[in-house]
């Protein structure tokens, strides 16, 4: 004999006399609903989550890379895995229903002939300066520059201080001072450097049109910085339509070679150096010595075109508390063909897809079985992750659910991998997020993993000021930012990140396994649970 949730809700309700039902009857129903949850958390497998995978990662999809037919074949099998559990088409599309939230994108390639010029000499895109979307130029244009320091605007140290920088370019070191003073410090340490956007807001809070950075001064060489991003400049970059016309009114953005840098200054690129260690020194900001030209000219082209991609969703109509939604998100995009080597993304993000479609059969059987959640759930794999969060972006913006129903996102990227940190302990996972929104939410998810899984759960990229940044770089970040309590899953980048080894040999399905088992025993105390989870923290942004 079946017992429901729903049976065990009713005995509850008949003891309205005493306010709540006594303790002996919540441990029974707690106790068979755990019971019930490990039941359909055992249908998600290794063996299964490898079926997906080895579809999703095969060269026949090509990468995956957003837009691209291989992108539009891993929609379609993931749509057909939906149909194939009954799960309802929940996006309206004329007089009938899709699982495919389709919208529209700008695609952008860089120009043949991208150039910058200064006192008759030409400096040449990747090899003497590189950019991002952020720039662009229909023609050659003229731009006056004012060389700022480091470009800081802090309450103790401010580069702009007597300076006109209006309807000008800024030029400006990478990073910040490294003081050697302990009675000085910036308003809080690495800021400047970590955050490095920070610097675009300065700027464009006193009236610059863009920031050139010279690059190449620290850790890393420019070259090094400029091999690290040559396949995003190699690329077209994908925008949504209003974020480009955002972007339009930005600035430019452009990264140049110290070598470029001192020629711009009319110094050497030993005085420049020189310069960098007096303000360290000094623990100030301090005029350049030297009488240099102002102008250059920009011609930095871009070509447009509009195409199309789409999320996948899946939805689970809840009981009595239907109207509440829980999603599930994972890109299943990723970056396509680079130099005739295919980019399968097995860990990055097929893992996460595989994990999310696996989830989704647990729940549609547990449904068929008489065990339908109390909220409603939305699975939904998302695209273009690897162009910007573009998916979940355009899903947060236009929710085919409303966002304040919608009660919390758990989001998977990349889950079946051992990092260089745990290589001797494949049984972890790093969680992001649990708490920066929903103290409920992050008691849940340690009380979940303490009660099922027993993983260990690193919070390592959990802390504010981790340089990496995690915690704003996917899916979910969309959600955060209107307010809705995450929980990100992730096991750490290895040397297969974002290269051509990424492929299914190299998955541990054991521990994949075991995370998303996880990521189902929440999902599933969320979706039933008598109170809806308190998001009593505000949103943290970039």
Request: hydrophobic content about 35%; glycine content about 6%; charged content about 25%.
């Amino acid at each position: 004999m079946k017992f429901s949730i729903f049976y065990f809700s009713f005995i509850i309700s008949i003891f309205p006399v005493y306010g709540q039902a006594p303790q002996s009857v919540i441990r029974e129903v707690e106790k068979i609903n755990n019971k019930t949850s490990i039941q359909y958390s055992e249908l998600i497998s290794a063996t299964e989550l490898k079926k997906h995978l080895t579809i999703l990662a095969s060269d026949s999809l090509e990468g995956r890379e957003t837009t691209k037919p291989g992108q539009k074949k891993a929609a379609e099998y993931i749509r057909k895995h939906f149909i194939n559990l009954g799960l309802k088409p929940p996006v309206a599309v004329n007089d009938t229903f899709s699982y495919y939230q389709t919208f529209e994108l700008i695609e952008s390639s860089w120009g043949k002939d991208i150039y910058i010029t200064h006192n008759n000499k030409k400096y040449n895109f990747i090899d003497d300066f590189f950019c991002f979307s952020g720039a662009r130029t229909q023609k050659p244009v003229k731009q006056e520059f004012v060389f700022c320091g480091y470009g800081i605007d802090d309450e103790n140290f401010s580069d702009f201080t007597q300076k006109d920088v209006k309807g000008k370019l800024i030029l400006i070191l990478e990073g910040e001072p490294k003081f050697t003073k302990s009675s000085y410090s910036l308003k809080k340490k690495n800021y400047w450097t970590l955050n490095w956007r920070s610097k675009l807001i300065a700027a464009k809070n006193k009236g610059a049109t863009g920031i050139i950075h010279i690059t190449g001064l620290g850790d890393y060489s420019f070259i090094e910085r400029s091999e690290m991003s040559k396949h995003y400049f190699e690329q077209s970059a994908l925008h949504l339509p209003e974020e480009l016309q955002e972007e339009e009114k930005d600035f430019s953005s452009i990264f140049i070679s110290p070598e470029m840098g001192a020629d711009l200054l009319g110094l050497s690129v030993s005085d420049l150096k020189k310069y960098v260690s007096k303000v360290n020194k000094k623990c100030k900001p301090l005029p350049i010595k030297s009488s240099y030209n102002p102008e250059l000219t920009l011609n930095i082209e871009r070509n447009f075109q509009k195409v199309s991609t789409e999320n996948v969703l899946g939805f689970l109509e809840g009981t009595d508390k239907k109207d509440e939604l829980i999603v599930l998100t994972a890109h299943y995009d990723h970056i396509g063909i680079i130099d005739g080597d295919i980019y399968n993304g097995a860990d990055d993000d097929g893992s996460g897809t595989a994990a999310v479609l696996q989830i989704a059969a647990a729940f549609a059987n547990a449904s068929k079985d008489g065990f339908r959640p109390r909220r409603s759930i939305l699975f939904m794999p998302v695209t273009g992750e690897e162009k910007g969060l573009l998916g979940s972006k355009y899903y947060s913006e236009n929710p085919v659910f409303p966002i304040s129903n919608t009660i919390a996102n758990l989001n998977t990227d990349m889950i079946g991998r051992i990092d260089s940190v745990h290589r001797n302990n494949p049984n972890y996972i790093y969680l992001i997020g649990s708490d920066k929104l929903s103290t409920e939410l992050h008691a849940i998810s340690e009380d979940m993993n303490n009660t099922f899984t027993h993983l260990l759960i690193d919070y390592t990229f959990n802390d504010p000021d981790d340089p990496n940044r995690f915690y704003y770089r996917s899916d979910h970040y969309n959600f955060a930012q209107k307010g809705i309590p995450i929980i990100f899953y992730f096991n750490g980048v290895h040397e297969d990140y974002h290269q051509p080894g990424d492929e299914v040999q190299k998955i541990n399905f054991d521990k994949m396994e075991k995370i998303t088992r996880l990521i189902f025993h929440t999902a599933w105390e969320l979706a039933n649970r008598e109170k809806r989870i308190v998001a009593d923290k505000l949103p943290k942004t970039k």
